[in-house]
Every structure is written in structure tokens, then in C-alpha cells.
């Protein structure tokens, strides 16, 4: 995700889910076309288990048990059941795009030419490192540190982003605006403190990396002492950044991502890195001010840039050259980039086929152009419409319980009401499509194709800066299965990619729909309420528009979350840090409230009549279950998953989201309507003795 994205956007789910799982592997050559999902699948249960012991295992028990991890993933569950179904989709689109050129259709001809290009294996193998080379040339050329900086600001525009990040944001404070910002960064392996803890499995991981990074070099042509010593000082290069780099935690806050500051502040903060050579590089238009995340970053690596040595920089730039694009590189690159980062760290067992990497990356940098032949086979604008009906119950339901908040004085409620009336909807697609057609796709040049869209990405990034918000724009590709909220723009986005089975099915009743996309929605509508979005206002400017009072109480239920969520285990002898996941669980308790006064609102629950109970309690029911109780199992069900215990590990430290069993016991230990639903009583452990309630 972009740098300007992961401050901007509060997801659904991680888009590279993995964690825990006991089942074994499947080949992927063994798996058959994928099937669509199904809502509310009695078959997935284990009614074995009580569902006031493990709601968990009782709704997803024997789909987890049928449904072992594939052994091109590192998780299975109903996200990636339902991404592997629309890849096959897109997997269609692009095969008959490439097939026929797209004589009469420009943008099958695009998408058609680059998906072709990347499955032409033989050419990028007979390559081999040659793409690059024009690139690793222009490191090689660096005779000074007054060239440094501009070579830098050069590989940023390719999408290699060493040392730090740089884009655009929207202005903390006048939200309407994109400005510069400048992150920290700069690392290769998935956070700083894999370079900073000392227990064993990190001091592992570190000797692993140093010796992938060794074996990369050797593939460009190093002779391997040298590679070893330049793999050495790769890792110390990174290690010194990480040092410097501030905690996930710390950096969630947003007004910890707040310090605009005049450009001639920044140089003087960090006069080493020469600011002005990097900006020219890029391409970048001129501006006055830019937003510095952390300055403590980039003030304690200004000294680097001295006391490195030139070469060793020459080294880093080239590493991070190759790591940026190893997996479109041939064969040698793409096995060594997976033995270390997919099989090593998470777990894969098995590269994917080449048409699923292609598939993908063709989604990831021509998303727009690949969304659109997608949305005409499987959405239409009457999808907009449906979604959009459950949006709005969504929204009357969240205005009533903010009315109802017995924590909240009434000068907040009216902010916060305020707040929701101002929040905009984005469902399915955008409503004008990203233009690529100043992207060159050639036949037989798929690191050309890379590197070009990417340029045309990162310059499109660059050239928002000093221009007016577009809250039209998208974050996510429409084929995606996932949702978000954006704090600056105060809207919610869902994807056609995840408006079918599982989280929506047009066949299902009110109860599982209002448990399955219902709950996103909800869970979108939250995280504008949230430890982060809370701080925003109604315009989308960081802004403080609670009572000192109802912040205090605010945090205090908040922290009831995190310390609750931190006693979980997620894999081995690693907890949940409940502050990194802390939105995103604050949103799963608040959505499925939401979501239950929703469905309530337009489904009100019958009373038996007198005399006929139990027959009308009989007629409410469908597969033996009430309409809440088929709300709670359609909402656990989205969260069936198997995880490898590898991936797990790097989540725990990386992904603010919990893990599926977490998402749903978690969240319902805190409901009072499950606990009514399924007759649970004080003692059994879906019933927390301290429940934790915000929204």
C-alpha cells in the first residue's frame, strides 16, 4: 500500500492474510476451478461444540477441517475462498484479451498485452537480469555524495522507494488539499523490530535474510565473499534505519503523523539527505510545505548519509532495486525471492502458478482498466443500488445508537451526528475510470510494462501534491475483496469484489446478509468513531470535536478493548498487541451492534401470541435457527479461516486486524444479543465477565 493510502484508508481485512493452522497443505495443481462461495452454510458447522464455549469452532468448525490451507497460500479462509473465485473471473477476461489483441478495444488491448507479456515465461527468463541493468548502471555511475540524493529521488519515481517513502496526502488540516509527505522507511523485511528484538527467532530471521540478500547478489553476477559482505552491510544499513524508526503503535495515532513543516525546515532539520535534489528527481511540482513522519527519523539518519560510505550506499540502492521487482525478474530471482519472504517468513509451501501472479499483477497496476470488463460481467449499476438500501439502514441505525449513548454528552452527540450525516458512500466502482493510456504496453517486455505503469502511478501520486482532493478517487481495485473507511475523506468504500457470497447473496434472507456485508458496513461506519478516525471531523481535518470528558470516557472503553484483545494468543507463545488492533476491533464490536439495529429496524422481532409459542417461534425459524441466530452464524462465517503458524508471527507484529477466531469471539463475548440468542448464561466463555462496549 502507498504511504499516503496506509494513513488514509482503515481497511476491512489485511490484504496478505495469513496466520495459524494444524490442517496440512494441498497442492495447488490438485485444486479444481474455484466455486463460488456460499452464505450461511449449515455444512461448515461443528454442532458439537456449544456455542456459548467457542462460537468460533461451533460456526466454522468443519469448514476449517474440510478446507486445509492450499499450498500456494499461507491462509485460506472466506476472503481468500472468494479472491481465488474472482481471480478465476479475471483469469477468463485476461486470457481472451490476450488471445485477440483487442483489435477493436483499447482497453482489452492493454490489459490483454500486459497479462501476455507476463506469461510469456520464456522471454523473461532469456533476459534474465538485463531489465534492470539500466538502473543498476545508474547506481554504478554515483561518484559522489551530491549525486546520491538525486539518484534516490530518480528510483522513487520506479517505484524503488530506498531510504524513505514520498507521495502526496491529503492535508491534515485542510482536508480538501493534497500535500507532500515524507514517511519513515527504507526496510526490506516486514517492520523494524524484526532488526531490533533479540530473541531467537528474530536473530534467525535476520541470518536468513543477510543470506537471501547474499544469494541475490550472487544471481546479479557478485562473486560470493563479496556478496556475503555487501548482504552484511545491507542489514546494517537497515538495521541503523529501523533504530530510528518509530514503533506501528506509535504511529497509528494520527497526531503522531501530524508535523507539516516549511520545506526550508525540513533542510535544516536534515541538511545530509538534500532535500531539493531528491524533489527535482522526482518530477515532483514545486511546493512550499511537507509533512514529516516522524521528523525524529529523519533527523537521527541525517548523520547516515555522511558516515556511510559511498559505496555501501551504492550497495543498498542496489538491493533494494532487485527486491522491488524480483518476482517479475527470471526464474533464479523469482525462487530465491519466495524461498526467503513467502516460505520462510509465511509459511507458503508452493509458488503460485504463473497465471495467478499475473492475474494479480495485472489487478495491482492496471486495476482500473482490468475492473472495468470486470464490474460488466459480475455487478451493474443495479448492484449500486442494493448495497446502497443496506448503506443507508446502516446509517439511520448508527444515528440512533449515538442517541441513545448513555457515555456521551449531548454537545458531542451533535458533532458526532454531524459527523455521520457528512459521511459518503462509494459502492461498487468509481464513476470515472482511471486512464491509462499513456501507459506503453509492449508485447515481450513485462519489466518494461512493471516499470512503466509503475512510473505512471508514482508520478500521478506525485503531481496531486498542491491540487485540490478528488473524493471520487479510489483506493482499492474493483475486482478486491475488502472495504474501507478514509478519515480525510469521511466516505466508506466497498468493492464489487467483495458484494457476493459470502458477505452478500441476493437468495439469502435479511438475518445472514445484515450478519455478512451488514457487519462490513457497520465496521466501515465505525472506524470513522474509532482510536483514529474519532479525530477527525466531519470535513475530514484533524480535529478535536469531543468534550475533554467524553474523551476521557471514550479512551477508557477503548482501553477496556486493548487489554481485553491483548490476552489472546495468536500463534505459540505470541499475544495480539491489543493497541495495534485496536481499531479495527473497536469497529468489529461497534459494527455488529450496528448491524443487529439495522436488520432490527426493517425485520422488528415478532411476539409469540399467546397460547402458540413454541408454533411461532417454529415459524421464525429457517435451518432450525432464529432469524438472530442465523445473523450470528452469517456473521462468523465471513471469518472462517486456516493460517499458517509462520504467518501468523509476522501479522502479530505487522496487521492491525485480529485474527478470524478473535474477530468473532472477541467481538461476540461483548454482545448482549448473542448471549440472548443463544441463551448463554455468566460463567460459560462466550460471556465476558468485563464486556467491553465503545459503540
Known amino acids: 500500500m502507498r504511504w499516503n493510502q496506509a494513513i488514509a484508508v482503515i481497511c476491512l481485512a489485511t490484504a496478505t492474510a495469513a496466520a495459524q493452522s494444524g490442517t496440512p497443505a494441498k497442492s495447488s495443481s490438485d485444486n479444481p476451478a474455484p466455486q463460488r462461495p456460499k452464505s450461511f452454510d449449515l455444512d461448515a458447522m461443528d454442532k458439537t461444540i456449544d456455542p456459548c464455549e467457542d462460537f468460533y469452532q461451533y460456526a466454522c468448525g468443519t469448514w476449517r477441517k474440510n478446507n486445509p490451507i492450499p499450498a500456494d497460500q499461507t491462509r485460506w479462509g472466506r476472503f481468500t475462498e472468494l479472491a481465488e473465485y474472482n481471480r478465476s473471473l479475471l483469469h477468463d477476461i485476461l486470457e481472451k484479451a490476450a488471445a485477440t489483441n483487442g483489435a477493436s478495444d483499447p482497453i482489452a488491448q492493454k490489459i490483454g498485452d500486459f497479462y501476455g507479456s507476463c506469461m510469456d515465461e520464456s522471454t523473461v527468463n532469456k533476459k534474465g537480469i538485463e531489465p534492470i541493468k539500466p538502473d543498476l548502471d545508474k547506481i554504478n555511475a554515483i561518484s559522489n555524495k551530491d549525486q546520491l540524493m538525486s539518484t534516490i529521488g530518480y528510483l522513487h519515481t520506479r517505484g524503488v522507494r530506498a531510504l524513505f517513502g514520498f507521495g502526496s496526502q491529503p492535508d491534515l488540516h485542510n482536508a480538501t488539499m493534497y500535500i507532500a509527505g515524507l514517511v519513515?522507511?527504507?526496510?526490506?523485511?516486514?517492520?523494524?523490530?524484526?532488526?531490533?528484538?533479540?530473541?531467537?527467532?528474530?536473530?534467525?530471521?535476520r541470518e536468513r535474510y543477510q543470506s537471501h540478500v547474499a544469494k541475490m547478489f550472487t544471481l546479479m553476477g557478485d562473486e560470493q565473499n563479496l556478496a556475503q559482505q555487501e548482504a552484511k552491510t545491507v542489514l546494517d544499513i537497515e538495521s541503523k534505519l529501523a533504530q530510528a524508526a518509530w514503533e506501528r503503535t506509535k504511529m497509528r495515532d494520527p497526531k503522531n503523523r501530524d508535523h507539516k513543516m516549511p520545506v526550508s525546515q525540513l533542510e535544516s532539520l536534515a541538511p545530509n539527505f538534500e532535500f531539493k535534489k531528491f524533489f527535482d528527481?522526482?518530477?515532483a511540482p514545486a511546493f512550499a510545505e511537507v509533512n514529516v513522519v516522524p521528523p525524529d527519523f529523519f533527523q537521527q539518519t541525517n548523520a547516515l548519509i555522511d558516515s556511510v560510505p559511498l559505496n555501501d550506499w551504492k550497495t543498498y540502492l542496489r538491493w533494494h532495486v532487485v527486491h522491488s521487482v524480483a518476482a517479475t525478474l527470471s526464474q533464479p530471482f523469482v525462487d530465491e525471492?519466495?524461498?526467503?519472504?513467502?516460505?520462510?517468513?509465511?509459511?507458503?509451501?508452493?509458488?503460485?502458478?504463473?497465471?495467478?501472479?499475473?492475474?494479480?499483477?495485472?489487478?495491482?497496476?492496471?486495476?482500473?482498466?482490468?475492473?472495468?470488463?470486470?464490474?460488466?460481467?459480475?455487478?451493474?449499476?443495479?448492484?449500486?443500488?442494493r448495497t446502497l438500501k443496506m448503506v443507508q439502514a446502516l446509517e439511520a441505525a448508527l444515528a440512533q445508537d449515538i442517541k441513545q449513548l448513555p457515555w456521551m454528552t449531548s454537545e458531542t452527540k451533535k458533532n458526532a451526528e454531524v459527523k455521520l450525516q457528512a459521511i459518503t458512500n462509494k459502492i461498487g466502482y468509481p464513476d470515472k475510470w482511471r486512464d491509462y493510456s499513456t501507459v506503453n504496453v509492449v508485447r515481450g517486455d513485462l519489466l518494461g510494462n512493471v516499470q512503466r505503469a509503475t512510473t505512471f502511478e508514482e508520478k500521478r501520486q506525485f503531481n496531486r501534491i498542491g491540487k485540490p482532493l478528488d473524493k471520487k478517487e479510489w483506493g482499492m481495485t474493483p475486482p478486491t475483496v475488502n472495504a474501507y473507511y478514509s478519515p480525510p475523506n469521511n466516505d466508506i468504500n466497498f468493492p464489487a469484489g467483495i458484494l457476493q457470497p459470502p458477505f452478500f447473496d441476493k437468495t439469502a434472507?435479511?438475518?445472514?446478509?445484515?450478519?455478512?456485508?451488514?457487519?462490513?458496513?457497520?465496521?466501515?461506519?465505525?472506524?470513522?468513531?474509532?482510536?483514529?478516525g474519532s479525530k477527525f471531523d466531519a470535513i475530514g481535518n484533524l480535529r478535536d470535536w469531543w468534550t475533554a470528558a467524553d474523551r476521557a470516557e471514550f479512551e477508557k472503553r477503548t482501553g477496556c478493548i486493548a487489554d481485553e484483545y491483548s490476552s489472546f494468543v495468536a500463534v505459540d507463545d505470541m499475544h495480539l498487541n491489543g493497541r495495534l488492533t485496536l481499531g479495527e476491533n473497536t469497529a468489529d464490536n461497534g459494527g455488529i451492534r450496528i448491524a443487529l439495529r439495522a436488520y432490527h429496524n426493517l425485520n422488528p422481532p415478532q411476539q409469540p401470541k399467546k397460547g402458540k409459542g413454541d408454533q411461532e417461534a417454529e415459524g421464525q425459524k429457517n435451518g432450525g435457527f432464529t432469524p438472530e441466530q442465523r445473523f450470528f452464524i452469517g456473521f462468523a462465517q465471513i471469518w472462517c479461516e486456516n493460517r499458517t503458524p509462520e504467518s501468523a508471527r509476522?501479522?502479530?507484529?505487522?496487521?492491525?486486524?485480529?485474527?478470524?477466531?478473535?474477530?468473532?469471539?472477541?467481538?461476540?463475548?461483548?454482545?448482549?444479543?448473542?448471549?440472548?440468542?443463544?441463551?448463554?448464561?455468566?460463567?460459560?466463555?462466550?460471556?465476558?465477565?468485563n464486556a467491553c462496549h465503545v459503540w
Open 184 to 205: 519513515q522507511g527504507g526496510l526490506s523485511l516486514p517492520d523494524r523490530d524484526y532488526y531490533i528484538k533479540s530473541d531467537p527467532k528474530s536473530t534467525e530471521t
Open 650 to 689: 509476522v501479522l502479530v507484529l505487522t496487521d492491525p486486524h485480529s485474527p478470524g477466531r478473535y474477530r468473532v469471539n472477541g467481538t461476540l463475548q461483548n454482545n448482549d444479543d448473542f448471549t440472548k440468542a443463544f441463551s448463554c448464561h455468566a460463567g460459560q466463555k462466550m460471556v465476558s465477565q
Open 281 to 283: 528527481a522526482t518530477g
Open 509 to 532: 434472507d435479511d438475518a445472514v446478509n445484515f450478519g455478512g456485508i451488514g457487519v462490513v458496513i457497520g465496521h466501515e461506519l465505525t472506524h470513522g468513531f474509532d482510536d483514529q
Open 337 to 385: 525471492n519466495f524461498d526467503f519472504y513467502d516460505k520462510y517468513l509465511n509459511g507458503r509451501k508452493e509458488l503460485p502458478v504463473r497465471w495467478k501472479r499475473c492475474v494479480q499483477l495485472t489487478d495491482q497496476l492496471l486495476g482500473e482498466a482490468l475492473g472495468q470488463p470486470y464490474v460488466q460481467q459480475t455487478f451493474g449499476a443495479d448492484g449500486k443500488q
